[in-house]
């Protein structure tokens, strides 16, 4: 059996940025900032997509990881396409970040007390409570996150869909 | 036709077109794109019908240069469309405002292959500052009056817009279009004068200050404020290929172009100046050489509307963010001069040092021909060059007074400009005498269009300057490669001035140096299109050079005599 993977991966630690974008809700923006990134080989750990408060506006929170003199690079070209009103590096801001995950473990009937002691503390939901399998529901930080997938993963874990981190800048400042 | 009856997308686009002042397109027809040129016919706009779209792109690049004005581009789609993407590119790259209409299948076709169907926004994002496909004739208005205002704002470049042949065919009520919405697009004017103020005190402390002057000069006509910058500092200036013109570079205090092929003389002067002061220019590769060992020790002003610009290739001590015009003249309002007597001195002496040259004995020289050209044209011609070794030459030697005389592909180096570039200058400046300076394999690579000058009794000449090799490779092939030829030897070109005869048009040709001026003002004199074939010398190169990736220092002024390392950078 492999050994364990670390809580938080060292790409997580050590590089990982998340950059808010507020964009026109026009066809082809989500293509034109993909691009930004694909260009320059920079990687896309997560992307989440919604609408805004206002309409024909949409928020993007992205999550990447690479080196922070191409990102500085990627911002400014992220702003510069006509689609963006503006693209934030909110990395170290004093903001409230979160994700949801569904995990699907695969376990009987009677194996599956350790599965539910780590749902408990990690305030996971149980969200089908099946014959052969559990799905659970959990959200928080990408890292508490990651420490429960950690924790599944030698339990049966079957399948895990991660929604992507978002986040919101707390007080009056614009995300 | 009465006055209620509700107009086609196409009737409607062409409205607008005339609404943003446009007198030509350059197009070609298709099956996607008939609505769009049956609405033409009613209008005043002139179709300018080229023979491949790619020239129609580089043709209404070289009327934009030349004028400031957005050129416009008309194609069907499918291959039509695809071939404007060099054309898309090479304006992207140097800054330069078009409007690319590109016909489409129906929409309820789109992405079903119909057809001549293209995913036409898919495959040029990379290559435009924005595009639309348009899936409403309502939208007409909008996008057309938000497309030439971004193509010519800020930093201008190349937008496309995708129109399905059901919208350009159906009906569109939707009135035009004055206010635009754009919350996304900020257009810089000035830069927060505190910067400027404390560009200002850089520029006085500086001992040895240089100005590096780029396209961005050209494009917002600052030269008059360069001038006036460079006398009351007492400051040298240098241009890239792309800033040739934006200041006049027969100035006293104007030692020509900078970089790769630059003059010795400008670029001792970057090599030893102790603050270098970029007007709309980008730090390019061709320009910097080795960038970790680029004015190491000088101070610098960076200068551009483009934010993104800032610390891209390395980091300035000042970035100004604006026009470069308005940031100019905001800075001369506060500009003290500094103490620069020694430093003329020094630059007037490697100019006497390391003067351009050439010999003027032993076969025909490039060199020696584009010498002339200047001459004979006295220095007032708009040239259009295309790339490779003439178009080095050409910037040596043809100086560049006045802006928007200078038109080349940099960024992109795209061969095939030259030619279609000077037909859209024409077309642009009737009155303007518009030199086409290009290489035998460049000039093949659009040629077609040859038609088009003839078909228009356009007076514009074209120059070929031929060695019967791709020169520039050539040229690496020799000095870094051991001389191992590969793919450069253009055997089977045709006679050129048979060529330029098929088509109707004059050609001269040019053997030996005593024929140049004679045959140059033979053009000259010609009335509809001329064709100068100059037969120069097989194996000449291009020096001053700096090899790619190697530091400014590093430049070669004369012929070497051993072999060289191969160069470091990647072109």
Redesign the interface.
């Known amino acids: 059996m492999a050994a364990p993977e670390p809580a938080t991966p060292a790409w997580r630690r050590d590089h990982v940025r998340t950059i808010s974008l507020y ?2 809700n026009r ?2 923006v989500l ?2 900032v993909a ?1 930004v990134f694909a ?1 320059r080989g920079y990687n896309i750990e997560s992307l989440v997509v919604s609408p805004a408060a206002e309409g024909h506006f949409s928020r993007m929170t992205i999550t990447c990881s690479g080196d922070p ?1 191409t990102l ?2 990627i911002i ?2 992220l ?8 693209a934030l590096d909110h990395t170290g801001d004093d903001a409230y970040e979160t994700e949801i995950a569904l995990v699907k473990v695969e376990c009987g009937l009677h194996e599956r007390s350790e599965v539910l002691q780590i749902a408990e503390h990690f305030g996971a939901k149980v969200t089908d409570y099946g014959e052969n399998s559990l799905m659970l529901r959990v959200y928080g930080s990408s890292e508490k996150l990651d420490a429960i997938i950690t924790l599944l993963r030698p339990c049966g874990l079957r399948e895990l869909i991660r929604s992507g981190k978002i986040l919101m800048v707390r007080g009056l400042q614009e995300t | 036709m009465t006055v209620d009856k509700i107009p086609t997308g196409a009737e409607k686009l062409v409205q607008c077109l005339e609404r943003e002042g446009v007198e030509h397109i350059f197009g070609l027809s298709g099956g996607a794109v008939i609505p769009i040129f049956d609405a033409l016919v009613d209008s005043r706009i002139k179709l300018i019908l080229v023979r491949h779209e790619q020239g129609a792109t580089h043709m209404a690049d070289g009327y934009a240069r030349a004028t400031g004005r957005p050129g416009v581009v008309l194609v069907t789609s499918g291959p039509g469309a695809t071939n404007t993407v060099t054309g898309l590119l090479t304006a992207l790259m140097d800054s330069s405002p078009l409007i690319v209409i590109t016909g489409q299948t129906n929409t309820v076709n789109l992405g079903k292959d119909a057809f001549q169907e293209a995913d036409v926004t898919g495959i040029t994002y990379p290559v435009v500052k924005h595009s639309y496909l348009v899936k409403d004739a309502r939208d007409i208005p909008r996008v057309m009056r938000e497309a030439f205002y971004i193509a010519n704002t800020g930093r201008p470049g190349p937008v496309l817009i995708d129109i399905p042949k059901d919208i350009s065919s159906g009906p569109c009520d939707a009135p035009f279009v004055e206010e635009i919405s754009l919350p996304g697009y900020q257009v810089p004017t000035h830069a927060p004068q505190e910067r400027v103020e404390a560009a200002a005190r850089l520029l006085r402390d500086a001992e040895r200050p240089l100005l590096y002057v780029g396209q961005g000069a050209v494009i917002s006509n600052a030269g008059k404020a360069v001038i006036e910058l460079a006398e009351r500092l007492r400051a040298p200036i240098v241009n890239t290929l792309l800033g040739k013109g934006a200041a006049d570079e027969t100035h006293p205090l104007h030692l020509g172009m900078m970089g790769m092929h630059g003059t010795a003389y400008a670029n001792k002067a970057v090599v030893h100046c102790d603050l270098i002061f970029a007007i709309g220019a980008r730090w390019d590769d061709r320009v910097t050489g080795k960038v970790d060992e680029f004015c190491m020790d000088a101070k610098k002003i960076h200068l551009d509307i483009d934010t993104a610009e800032f610390n891209k290739v390395l980091r300035p001590d000042i970035s100004l963010q604006g026009d470069a015009r308005l940031v100019l003249e905001d800075l001369l309002a506060v500009l003290e001069p500094g103490e620069t007597t020694a430093w003329i001195e020094r630059c007037a002496a490697w100019r006497r040092q390391y003067p351009l040259k050439y010999p003027k004995k032993g076969g025909l020289r490039a060199q020696h021909v584009l010498d002339r050209l200047h001459h004979v044209t006295e220095g007032k011609a708009v040239i259009t060059a295309d790339v490779g070794q003439h178009q080095m030459w050409a910037a040596q030697f043809l100086k560049t007074a006045a802006n928007r005389h200078w038109i080349t592909s940099g960024g992109a180096g795209t061969m095939g400009f030259g030619w279609p570039a000077a037909i859209g200058a024409k077309f642009a400046r009737p009155d303007a005498e518009v030199w086409a300076v290009v290489g035998d394999g460049g000039f093949q690579m659009t040629m077609a269009e040859l038609a088009t000058a003839a078909v228009h009794g356009l007076s514009a000449r074209c120059l070929i300057i031929n060695n019967n090799y791709l020169g520039m490779v050539r040229q690496w092939q020799e000095l870094f490669y051991d001389n191992r030829l590969s793919g450069v030897d253009l055997e089977g070109n045709p006679d050129f001035v048979k060529l330029a005869n098929a088509y109707g048009i004059e050609a001269f040709r040019i053997r030996r140096a005593a024929d140049i001026d004679r045959q140059l003002k033979a053009a000259r004199s010609v009335k509809g299109p001329a064709l100068v074939v100059a037969e120069v010398l097989k194996e000449d190169n291009v020096f001053p050079m700096i090899p790619a990736g190697a530091p400014v220092s590093h430049m070669i002024i004369d012929p070497p005599r051993h072999r060289l390392e191969k160069p470091s950078g990647s072109t």
């Open positions: 964009v026109h066809p082809g293509v034109r691009l260009r003199a500085e690079q400014k070209q702003h510069k396409l006509v689609d963006v009103v503006h």
